[in-house]
């Protein structure tokens, strides 16, 4: 299953976007197990996007499972390392929870 | 009626000689009628644009009925610029020349408002960026991502509900200057109530630093501003944030670092007041590379 960030949002950013992205990638990953993101033609995203649409994975599921299930294609640069840094922030505040 | 003296030389860092004049220790408008006396007004940049406009836009959100006077000087290169970005045709209905008209290096002060900041961002600030410079939008890829935090920082802290945004191209230093300013909480007061009793300053340094927040919303982890300091050292933007009594200042040193210079005002802005500063010349964009397959 893949899923065109584009297709369903148009940028990005807010909260607003990113909740419709976590809500499609929970519903393909429950029906189909694993799941594509394409990031294609997206040149930057928000910490609040990331932190709404990826981070709340990490609720559900180990980040293992979500190496295993989820994978994030076609990224720019910026918007790789934004999520690299969500993501350290979140297990971290696990870790030391 | 309260006279209120435009300041002589207004950048940001005259920014609460005027807000002092307006606002009250209470934090509610000093008068109820106000004259904004542009008289000894003689040099005023983007950043004194900025604040001006949310100092307005404030006081008609508080009811607070505004007049300007010897605003009217055609020879006066302040209230020209003024004119050209549109500000008193904006305000009193009409420019001061007929020939005012928006400069083709000011992007012209915009409120930022949820429905379309964002859009702003791709379809206007990334294609006159672009032009302006000579530089491809994808370089620009950071800068953008720091300007949507603050929007996004905007629109979560604010309880003012808008803030204002300006960008200037200053051709012959070769500098373009983005200022964002709303009056809204402020950093420091969202900080300390999280963090406990700091100073303005030492509240703002603290809120650059990864993975301090202050939780505004249940899902935020402190990462918006800490990214913006990544930046400074990576594209050799310089960052000003003023924010209550507290101003942060901060410049590349190379080698991808940074460094950090907090002191105080002697007077408080009432929300924040954040100016990125980019020299064309020496500006790192972001590497244009393939799209690729992302590594957890």
Known sequence: MVINILSIVSRCDTHADADIVYKALKSALTVHGRVKLSFAGVSSISSSFVNVALVPLLDDMTFSDIQNRVTVANIAPQAADMIKRCFNAALNKNKAA | MLIVQVPRQFTIYKSTDLTSQIIGQNGYPIDQE????????????????????????????????????????????????????????????????????????????????????????????????????????GAFASLRTCISEVFNNTLDHSNFESGFVHVQFYPNRNEIRVTLSDFGRGIPNSIRERYGQLDDAEAILRATEEGVSAKSTPRNQGIGLSYLMSCIGRTKMSVAIISYAGRLTCFPTGNNLFTRHKSYLDSYYPGTLIEFSIDVRNFIGDEIAEEEEYSW
């Open chain 2, 34 to 137: 106000m004259t904004f006396d542009f008289a000894n007004l003689s040099w005023i940049d983007g950043g004194g644009l900025t604040v001006l406009e949310n100092a307005l836009s404030w006081l008609r959100v508080n009811n607070v009925k505004t007049w300007f006077n010897n605003h009217s000087r055609r020879s006066s290169s302040a209230i020209c610029y003024l004119d050209d970005c549109g500000f008193f045709r904006n305000h009193t209905g009409e420019p001061i020349r007929s020939s005012a008209k928006c400069r083709g290096t000011t992007l012209a002060c915009r409120k930022i408002e949820h429905t379309d900041c964002h859009q702003w961002l791709d379809y206007t600030f990334l294609p006159w960026i672009s032009g302006s410079t000579g530089i491809q939008q």
